[in-house]
Every structure is written in C-alpha cells, then in structure tokens.
C-alpha cells in the first residue's frame, strides 16, 4: 500500500469535496491506503455518505486548521495540531509516503520545507505545474516556490522536471526549454543568459533551447523552466483564459435555439475535447526535491482533483523519483552544507 496524507479541513471546498475525492481515490486504486487528517467528528460524519474499503481509508484527529490568509512561517510553528502540520509530520516520520493539501499555499512550502526537508543536493524545491497541451500536458518548473532564482536552481529544475515527466506521465526524453522572449540565444534578462549556456552543457536532459509563452500550449517542450515569478504569471493567465474561452464557448452555444440544437449535436465530441484541457485532470502541483512527496492541489480544488492527486501520489511512490532525483544533482550539488541551507 502507498499511504497518503491528504489534509481534509484545507481548501475552499473542505471536507465534503476532500473526502469525497479520498473515497473515489481508494474506490479506484486498490494500491491506496489514504490518512485524512482533520477534526475526527467531521470526517466520520462525512464518510457515512460513502461506500469505500475501510481497510483503505484512516483518520488522523488533528483539531487546528491553518486559514489561507494566516503569515505562514507563524502558522507552522504555533499551529502543531493542525491537518496541515500533522500530516507534512506523518511524511517526516515515514508514516506517509505523501502529503497532499488544498490548504495554504504559503504554508504547505514553508512547511514542506522546514518539517519534510529537502534530499540530499537540492538547493531550492520548485513547485511543479502540469498544465493541459494540444498534445498531451507539460510541467512548468517552478510556478510558484521560488520567485528569485539563480542560475544553478534553473538547471536542477530542469533536470528533476525531466524525471518527474519521463517517470510520471510516461513521455521518453521530455524536451526541456527555458521560458525566454525569442529564440535567440542571446535574447533575455540577466537569468535566463546565464542559464541558457549551463543549460545547453547538461549532457543528462533534452534541452532544445528558448521557448516563447505562445508555444506552451502548442506542447513546445514537455519541461518549461523559468523563475517562479514568470511560471506563476503563466499559470494564472493559462487557468484564467481557459475559464474565459470555455464561458464564451458556453454562452454561444446557449445563444439561441438554433446554436442549442447544435450543441446537443456535438455534446459529446465537445465534453470528451474540454477534457483534455482540464488541468484537474493531471492531479495536482508536486512540490519537487522534498525528502517525500507533497502535492499542492487548487484552493478550489473538488473531488475530481483529490482523487487524481492521489493516484499520482501512488505512481510517484512506484517510480522511485526521489531516488534518482538524488543521483542526477551530484553534480550540481551545494559545495557546503552552508549553501545547502541559506
């Protein structure tokens, strides 16, 4: 069984849509044994909703809940009894292969890194974004850890983005390019021309060079390397304009009677399409190079994302990632244990 922690009380839609997700997730992989953390009541009131394999589904009581707008590093340290922290704890403790939250962004880095850790040689953990394609999906490595970044992050993203798309999603020898504004090689700001060269001399992942944002969607590369403030901007503008197109598309087809009858002609086609740009479909964001696996899923997150969350906890397990994670940054690994923790 791959245990997973998954933080019941974080998210907008807690417990009743994190519960549900847990309960579709153990309902369809019978390799999940899945640990809901949070105020014990509330979750046994929840799950007599559902029928499940109760040798697949655990509570942890955990009577704190850390609210999204609470100063992070303060919630971490004062709030030891919440979901939260409880669970990153059970990934700490091996209790858990994994943790995956809905809660707090702010907190589940900060205590990501401060109780989980980081593996041996990664400097900065990154937050990997799988975000839907016109082929498939790629990662945007990082979206949302690190906003000031050096060059030498940059190229351990790269090469743990690769791992984790080759390992995970099953794509051989994921393509890997650096977020710039042309193609050039001497294009860009002061970052991405320091990278590029370091980039480019990595014999170890398949670097193709500059990608522009245009080209994301257009599966331009699998692994989108960038700063955390570029892959955040990305990520926002990609969720916010797929909400917008499929509302436009929504509202012409409801136009009139006319546009509805064609709807109702190509329902299916149009579902089955849609689906395919459903980022919920690909679990949620990993937290890559943490000694265990934690996994941010949307604040908004229903049960569809849980449970995928969840299954793609069990393939990372399976995969063995953080191993080789370990053995493709001994090159580039801190030259001091002093660097390691600035």
């Known amino acids: 069984m791959i245990k997973i922690a998954l933080d019941a009380m974080g998210g907008d839609n807690a417990p009743g849509e994190i519960i549900k997700g847990a309960v579709d997730a153990v309902n369809t992989e019978s390799e999940s044994f899945v640990y809901l953390v949070g105020k014990k009541e509330i979750i046994e009131s929840e799950l007599t909703k559902y029928k499940y394999n109760q040798a697949q589904i655990g509570i942890v009581d955990a009577r704190d809940v850390i609210e999204t707008g609470e100063p992070p590093v303060m919630a971490v340290r004062k709030k030891k009894d919440s979901s939260l922290v409880k669970g990153l704890t059970m990934v700490k403790n091996k209790e858990a292969d994994a943790f995956v939250s809905a809660g707090s962004s702010g907190a589940i880095l900060v205590g990501g890194q401060v109780i989980v850790g980081r593996l041996p040689g990664v400097e900065r953990p990154p937050i990997g974004a799988i975000v839907p394609t016109d082929k498939g999906c790629c990662i945007i490595v990082d979206s949302g850890a690190n906003v000031d970044a050096r060059p030498n992050f940059l190229v351990q993203w790269a090469k743990m983005g690769s791992i984790y798309m080759e390992s995970c999603v099953g794509i051989k020898n994921p393509r890997v390019a650096i977020v710039n504004v042309g193609l050039e ?128 906890c069990v393939t990372f397990a399976k995969q063995n990632i953080n191993e080789r994670i370990v053995e493709s940054l001994k090159d580039t690994a801190p030259t001091d244990d002093k660097k390691a923790n600035e």
């Open 185 to 312: 090689e001497e294009k860009g700001n002061q970052l991405v021309k320091e990278t590029y060269p370091l980039l480019k001399a990595c014999n170890d992942i398949n670097f193709i060079g500059s990608i522009e944002a245009r080209e994301i969607p257009n599966s331009g590369a699998d692994v989108i390397v960038c700063d955390a403030f570029v892959g955040n901007v990305i990520l926002k503008l990609y969720e916010g304009l797929a909400g917008t197109l499929l509302k436009k598309i929504k509202g012409s087809l409801m136009s009139n009677l006319k546009t509805k009858i064609g709807a109702l002609l190509i329902k299916g086609s149009l579902k089955e399409t849609l689906k395919t740009m459903d980022s919920s479909e690909y679990g949620g964001a990993p937290l890559i190079g943490l000694n265990g696996l934690v996994v941010k899923t949307h604040g908004s997150s229903k049960a569809k994302e849980v449970k995928n969350s969840i299954i793609q």
